[in-house]
């Protein structure tokens, strides 16, 4: 009964929003006082619309409220694919000299569950290759990193820490470059086993994106220091 109680309070009180409205008034003092059958059915279907309308706006406010709920639950499910690997050197050299690369992954990502749209919180990266002593496994960071990458003759530059995909929206698949700088991994590295970029969420949602026994590109990127 509670329940029921609560439906009629709503209807009523959007019944006497949509009869306060200013071109509600004058059908609303009319219907007092016509004896005319015709006009009675008038006004009453006019009642009978109003009426319709209330338990349609209600439905409509509940049904976002409840899309609002789903929304703050709803974890996201990412997806994707390397497109490209490209692979290059970083200069200067560490102290004592040690091999490093820089590896820039072209990316399409998507997410699957209908959800407002959020950023990516961090990128990781592992890339697998084989070495004389077996296969070896290097793992990628972002940071004080200047990158730039030759194309066709034309050279771009950013920031290795501010490059990443744009904010991801339901089956809206976004392009975008997301650099690494690879300790120990030699920049002349033709061929790797696995390459896996995992992007993770702000609730700390873990999504492995995977590309497996391909090969690097060469294509003029170049990873500097950026001075402290």
């Known amino acids: 009964m509670g329940s029921v109680r609560l439906f009629f309070r709503s209807m009523f009180s959007e019944l006497v929003s949509g009869l306060t409205g200013a071109a509600s008034v004058p059908f609303t003092v009319a219907a007092l006082w016509v004896s005319s059958h015709a006009q009675r059915v008038l006004y009453g279907s006019l009642a009978g619309v109003l009426l319709l309308v209330s338990a ?9 409220e409840l899309e609002k709920e789903r929304a703050k639950n709803q974890k996201p499910s990412l997806h994707g694919e390397i497109l490209e ?3 290059g050197i970083c200069t200067p050299a560490s102290e004592p000299p040690l091999a490093a690369s820089v590896l820039l992954l072209s990316v399409k990502a998507w997410n699957t569950i209908q959800m407002p749209s959020f950023c990516v919180y961090r990128y990781e990266l592992a890339v697998t290759v084989n070495s004389p002593e077996g296969p070896r496994t290097f793992a990628g960071v972002r940071g004080g990193w200047s990158v730039s990458v030759n194309i066709g003759g034309h050279v ?32 002349e590295t033709t061929d790797f086993i696995s390459v896996v970029l995992t992007l993770v969420d702000a609730i700390g949602g873990r999504h492995p994106i995977v590309q497996e026994n391909g090969r690097f590109i060469p294509n003029g990127v170049l990873a500097q220091k950026i001075a402290a």
């Open 56 to 64: 349609y706006r209600i439905w409509l406010k509940e049904r976002s």
């Open 85 to 87: 690997t490209l692979i």
């Open 156 to 187: 771009s530059f950013f920031h290795m820490a501010q490059e990443e995909l744009q904010p991801m929206r339901y089956l809206d698949s976004q392009k975008g470059a997301v650099a690494f700088y690879v300790e120990g991994l030699p920049p």
